[in-house]
């Protein structure tokens, strides 16, 4: 099922949670909601699956207009952060509740509801614990409990709300997986929301990046990795180096000094320089377009992390690189640098 | 108090573990534990006080609450046992003491179950929706507790009296409301109204919105969430301002004397009747009257206090996710 969302504008008050937001899910995706607190993911999310409604529109779900319904009409499978199991049901009725309130025309006979109950238990794994109460469980069964309540209506699609955000971090590590291969075999259109830019790259197909009730880019987790499209996207996506530059005509300036890299077309004016930790090349002193003493140097597994206070202009901005073992640095040695890829963004956000 | 001594256990199970495991540094979480422990455990030592003084406390506690409330309930039942059991009995079913006792019991359940629904809807309003003049709404609910039961009554009084603002319009036609039981229940519904509301709004501000949302999402209708998610919730919250809102129904006296007009036989009430027969010095049919409703104050105390131990499990879930380390 596909949802496609246009236009979409949602004020709370002055401030605009969502702001003329447009966004195109296909059929059987994996889509990750991806942005800082207030970026207007979950807002998003909510008015997908009818809990809020945006101030101006559309929603449609598989080409059906979603706004003329209310979310019991939807279909829609939602996972909340916290669970929100029915505290007073075992886990077998939490998960039977979606078939048992179905309108009696279709309501299925209670040996249906019991065997289609179990089989979603079985897929979570969770069949041993039908008939504890939600309190009894810990954090990891009871999202997959409430992801099993939400499979139950056989949702057009399914949305989860920082699914893993409540959980510690080796037991939100394993559900990813879990989460993926479940998808694998059920292929029901999903979006998932967090603020974990680590899950949205392992777990979805595509990611839609955030920020400020806007979307800065939409694209596979490698595309947002390797061409982030704005400044936000580059220093929210994995760790980079930002330094500010002064781009003129077609050279860039750091601290009037000129580096040895192409403006890439960027326009003049002040910049950021923004470059992966681990595409700086590391060179001896006196080459690369960057100087600077190694300060501290930790090695951990193949690579080893090194902060460098670079030489020359203001001399105080320290970085933070992460080099092959090949060559160990020492502290206190003075060393040349070059970016190898880079990109060079305005400087005003 | 019962979080705070598991606290200690913990803190202390998790200082044994410490201690056995020999760790060379205490991690911060163990430390931040044992030094919230320490604290509790010298705020325990404080109150450690000598045991005469221990003694002279408790001893003044005990002897006050037995001038206080003891001894009036001792004194009601003494009294009206004072002629024998068979006097007490034949006050008891004196026309006049049955047509109290039905009065009341008609005015307790009309009042009760209206305030039962305006309870409901109201702390709903509150606590799930955002809307303008929800302070303005929580004030107003608490009225009938900062005013005088007396104004109360008389609130009606000039609404319905014959020289009130409705009294013509209601005099033409022929509608009793003051000086007979409509206007005893409006009375006894506007004392009494805060209890269920009152009860319910904290609890469920607690619960928050998500479930009846994960309801609704599931499929389920407006009125299904409310019977299969909302009420199961609330259930012992709304027993207990039920069972509040009753012991005040039935044992309400300065609103409804003032609406009331004292008719014998007709319009007057438990409380009413036990005033009136004490003024004609007929002590053991007032008393006798009197031990019930005392009775029923008993009654309700109990019932309360199973109800408030109830609604601290259902606040309180037993939660194990975090003790429990193996969880795949």
Redesign the interface.
């Known amino acids: 099922m596909t949802i496609e969302v246009k236009n979409i504008v949602k004020k709370f008050g002055a401030f605009a949670a969502l702001d003329n937001v447009d966004l195109k899910v296909g059929k059987g995706e994996l889509l990750a909601l991806l942005g800082p607190s207030g970026s207007g993911k979950t807002t998003l999310l909510r008015i997908i699956a009818g809990l809020d409604w945006p101030d101006a529109g559309e929603v449609r779900i598989d080409g059906e207009d979603a706004l003329g319904h209310g979310a019991s009409e939807r279909h829609v499978g939602f996972v909340f952060q916290h669970y929100a199991l029915f505290r007073h049901m075992t886990v077998f009725e939490n998960v039977a509740f979606g078939l048992r309130v179905q309108p009696r025309a279709i309501r299925k006979d209670e040996a249906t509801i019991r065997a289609r109950v179990k089989e979603l238990l079985d897929l979570v794994q969770l069949d041993w614990l039908a008939n504890r109460y939600p309190s009894q469980l810990s954090g990891g069964q009871r999202q997959r409990i409430a992801l099993a309540r939400a499979l139950a209506i056989e949702p057009r699609i399914l949305l989860l709300d920082e699914p893993f955000g409540a959980l510690d971090a080796k037991v939100r590590k394993e559900l990813r997986q879990w989460l993926r291969s479940l998808h694998n075999e059920i292929h029901v259109t999903s979006i998932f929301v967090t603020h974990d830019q680590e899950e949205a790259l392992e777990v979805a197909n595509r990611v839609v990046v955030m920020d400020k009730g806007r979307i800065e880019q939409i694209g596979s987790p490698g595309d947002v990795y390797d061409n982030p499209a704005t400044a936000f996207v580059h220093g929210f996506i994995g760790e980079s180096i930002v330094l500010p530059v002064e781009v003129t005509g077609g050279s860039v300036r750091l601290g009037g000094q000129p580096l040895n890299i192409a403006a890439d077309g960027a326009a003049s004016g002040a910049s950021k320089l923004f470059v992966r930790r681990h595409d700086m090349q590391i060179g001896p002193a006196g080459t690369g377009s960057l100087e600077g003493a190694v300060r501290h140097v930790r090695s951990f597994g193949p690579i080893q992390r090194a902060e460098i206070a670079l030489s020359g202009g203001e001399g105080r901005t320290v970085i933070e690189i992460d080099a092959p073992r090949d060559r160990e640095l020492q502290a206190g040695e003075i060393i040349g640098l070059q970016p190898r890829r880079y990109r060079i963004f305005a400087a005003q956000d | 108090m019962s979080t705070e001594t598991s606290f200690v256990t913990r803190a202390a199970s998790l200082r044994a573990y410490a201690s056995t495991a020999d760790l060379a540094i205490s991690p911060p979480a163990i430390h931040e534990v044992s030094d919230r422990a320490r604290r509790i455990a010298a705020s325990r030592n404080l109150l450690n006080e000598p045991r005469p003084i221990r003694f002279i406390i408790v001893a003044l506690a005990i002897s006050f609450l037995t001038i206080f409330v003891v001894l009036p309930l001792v004194v009601v039942f003494a009294s009206a046992f004072s002629k024998g059991i068979s006097a007490y009995l034949a006050a008891l079913t004196e026309p006049e003491a049955l047509s109290a006792i039905r009065l009341t019991l008609l005015v307790a359940a009309i009042s009760v179950t209206l305030n039962l629904v305006f309870g409901v809807v109201a702390a709903w309003a509150i606590a799930k929706f955002e809307f303008r003049g929800k302070t303005f709404l929580i004030t107003l609910i608490d009225l009938p507790f900062s005013v005088s039961p007396v104004i109360s009554g008389l609130v009606f009084v000039l609404l319905f009296g014959a020289q009130g603002y409705w009294g013509t319009w209601l005099q033409a036609h022929d509608i009793h409301i003051l000086f007979a039981v409509p206007g005893i229940v409006l009375a006894t519904i506007f004392v009494t109204f805060p209890f269920v509301a009152r009860s319910l709004i904290p609890l469920m501000q607690e619960q928050g919105t998500?479930?009846e949302?994960?309801?609704?999402?599931?499929?389920?209708?407006g009125l299904?969430t409310f019977f299969?998610?909302t009420l199961?919730?609330i259930k012992w919250g709304l027993l207990y301002g039920v069972l509040l809102c009753n012991a005040r129904a039935m044992g309400e006296f300065g609103a409804v004397s003032v609406v009331s007009g004292h008719i014998r036989g007709e319009t007057n009430t438990m409380p009413l009747l036990v005033e009136i027969l004490y003024n004609e010095y007929q002590f053991v049919a007032s008393f006798a009257i009197a031990s019930l409703l005392a009775m029923l104050a008993l009654i309700t105390l109990i019932v309360k206090t199973v109800l408030e131990r109830r609604l601290d499990e259902g606040q309180t879930?037993?939660?194990?996710?975090r003790d429990?380390p193996s969880?795949?």
């Not at chain 2, 879930?317 to 996710?321: A, F, K, L, V, W």
Request: glycine share 4%; net charge negative.
């Open positions: 998500q479930e949302e994960a309801a609704i999402s599931l499929g389920a209708s299904q299969r998610v199961p919730n879930p037993r939660d194990i996710s429990d969880d795949h």
